[in-house]
């Protein structure tokens, strides 16, 4: 589960028929970013990381990025916490000890 892309549960994952801005431009606000004119339709889905980085989990290589990042919002609404999908081996200090935790919570509630 942790080198497939959650697709829906990535903040870089477009739905079928949504946009995203790949200009790599920097934004003063979330908003200023979602509401320009730099926007490219996905017309059936897919990531919009940057250009030119490669995400280990579409790639399968080692040697590529885990470019995995965490919509809350997503996750929260489907009862997942923030740290589900991610690979623990990327986490920081702070992270890991959270990651830890929840997954001691999930899968030794099932014992």
């Known amino acids: 589960m942790l080198n497939e892309c959650p697709q829906k549960y ?12 790949l200009s790599d431009t920097e934004y003063d606000s979330f908003e200023e970013a979602v509401s320009s004119d730099n ?15 490669k995400c280990r989990r579409e790639t399968k290589c080692p040697e590529d990025a885990d470019m995995y990042e965490p919509f809350n919002s997503v996750l929260k609404r489907n009862g997942y916490p923030e ?6 081996d990327t986490l920081d200090d702070e992270d890991r000890v959270k990651y830890d935790a929840m997954a001691k919570h999930f899968w030794e509630s099932d014992v």
């Open 10 to 21: 990535c903040f870089c994952w477009v739905a079928a028929g949504g946009k995203a801005n």
């Open 39 to 53: 926007q490219v339709i996905f017309l059936h889905g897919g990531c919009s990381r940057p250009l030119g980085i």
């Open 83 to 88: 740290l589900f999908f991610c690979n623990p």
